[in-house]
């Protein structure tokens, strides 16, 4: 089991370049989140998807956020145009149905918009 | 609607000391409890969860966890300190819809 696994480990661009965000979740897990971490505001939930639909994106920042789940097995952030508030480190986590299940999370992706 | 307070935002404790992390909660109904572990520029690796089965939860490197329902609790423990446990400590709730619920989470640091 490889894990969740995220790209890229690092992204630094310049404000107003669109930026992309990459996961692939657990093989067999029905839920993918993605969060933000920042120091001034912990870990914030941006969006989650069931079998690949998105169920709440209450917590994506404004319009300027997108994600989409394709597929069971890939899923991407897209922030267009990027801005320097953005900077913070990504992380996606998958998990299996049922509240007992934890959630596995990537390393995530360290984003800095300069 | 589920919360999850963190009572410390900073812990120190020397190493070979006792670690008392304090987490209550609150849920409508009977939540699923995790306590999650963050090194620094790493994901969160889950040290252990409550599920209903038993009420003491142990995990892994030594931690353990109690529920305690009247208290509506969740304090993370261990005996013995050692610095690799220097990290962010996250206490988790979850609903029955897998939606979870972080606490804003507590720096351990480890003293020589």
């Known amino acids: 089991d490889a894990g969740v696994i995220q790209s890229p480990r690092h992204e630094v661009t310049e404000m107003g370049q669109e930026v992309t965000l990459r996961c692939k979740p657990i093989?067999?897990?029905?839920?993918l989140f993605w969060y933000r971490q920042t120091m001034m505001r912990g870990l914030e939930l941006l969006i989650y998807?069931?079998?690949?639909?998105?169920?709440?994106d209450s917590g994506m920042p404004e319009d300027r956020f997108s994600a989409k789940m394709p597929n069971a097995s890939f899923s991407t952030l897209k922030i267009q145009p990027s801005e320097p508030r953005d900077s913070a480190v990504y992380f996606c986590a998958s998990t299996l149905t049922g509240d007992n299940s934890p959630l596995h999370f990537g390393n995530g992706t360290r984003l800095t918009v300069t | 609607a589920q919360s999850v307070t963190q009572l410390d935002s900073h812990v120190s404790v020397s190493e070979g000391t006792p670690v008392l992390l304090r987490c209550n909660y609150s849920s409508s109904y009977s939540p699923s409890l995790f306590w999650y572990v963050q090194h620094p520029n790493k994901g969160l690796q889950l040290l252990l969860k409550y599920t209903s089965a038993a009420t003491l939860v142990k995990g892994i490197n030594g931690f353990e966890a109690e529920f305690k329902k009247s208290e509506t609790s969740f304090h993370l423990t261990k005996p013995s300190a050692h610095m690799s446990d220097a990290a962010e400590y996250f206490c988790v709730v979850s609903d029955i819809a897998g939606k979870s619920t972080f606490g804003d989470g507590t720096t351990l640091t480890v003293k020589p």
């Open positions: 093989s067999g897990h029905d839920y």
């Open positions: 998807f069931n079998n690949n639909v998105p169920i709440d």
